[in-house]
């Protein structure tokens, strides 16, 4: 028996083009008829748009090549709205000259306080140092005076116990000497000097 087959096809076709370059992709419909040389055609001129666009130059994710936008100190302090002239107008953090200057005279007081505490502390002395949050310590003056590894007066304190920071030595540089774990830093104001003997706290054992 003799017949015929009919293949029937879509008279279209799809291609999905991607980039290696850029994050780019898309699908273009071609007529099934298109000869070899009219696809060509059409890809590489697809590929000339991509390359234009600056994909090849990394424009799209290097963003040193992206200009960018300076406003100097001056210019943006002539700026009416802008965060800095909100604070202005609103008196906020250091625009308000009052609160910053209390603050500054506050820490002027206290900082007299300290160095009037310090004139009053000799090296030798014994003493209590009362520090917030912590147990009272019992030891000796050892240092009085400015430290570079903080402003201010600072008293340099060897404990009875092994209840400081360091031998002495902060930040490279040697204050005082005494045992490792048994120095301590600390301001003047949470200085005691009194007659506080040394307890010997081997006294129960032999």
């Keep these: 028996m003799d017949g015929q087959v009919t293949i029937v096809t879509n008279p279209t ?10 994050s780019f992709e898309t699908q273009r ?12 055609k059409t890809v590489s001129f697809l590929a000339q748009v991509i390359d234009r666009s600056g994909g090849q130059m990394g424009e799209f994710t290097d963003v040193s090549k992206v200009e960018k936008f300076e406003l100097s100190d001056e210019a943006y302090d002539k700026k009416t709205d802008s965060a ?3 604070m202005k107008k609103q ?3 250091r625009f308000n000259e009052e609160e910053v200057a209390k603050k500054k005279a506050d820490l002027a007081a206290r900082e007299e306080e300290q160095k009037a505490a310090a004139d009053a502390i000799s ?9 917030p949050g912590q147990p009272t310590k019992v030891g000796t003056v050892m240092y009085v005076g400015t430290a570079d590894f903080k402003p201010g007066f600072w008293v340099g304190v060897k404990y009875d116990e092994p209840l400081g920071k360091h ?3 902060v930040e490279g540089k040697r204050y005082f000497d005494c045992e490792n774990k048994y120095g ?23």
């Design 84 to 86: 800095r002239s909100f």
């Design 184 to 206: 301590a830093f600390v301001k003047p104001l949470s200085v005691t000097v009194g007659d506080f003997p040394e307890e010997d706290y081997g006294l129960d054992e032999m």
């Design 123 to 131: 090296v030798g002395s014994r003493c209590q140092v009362h520090v």
């Design 13 to 22: 076709v799809n291609v999905r083009l991607t980039s290696t370059i850029i």
């Design 91 to 93: 008196r906020v953090g």
């Design 29 to 40: 419909r071609f007529n099934r008829g298109i000869s070899v040389a009219e696809l060509k």
């Design 167 to 169: 031998d002495g030595i």
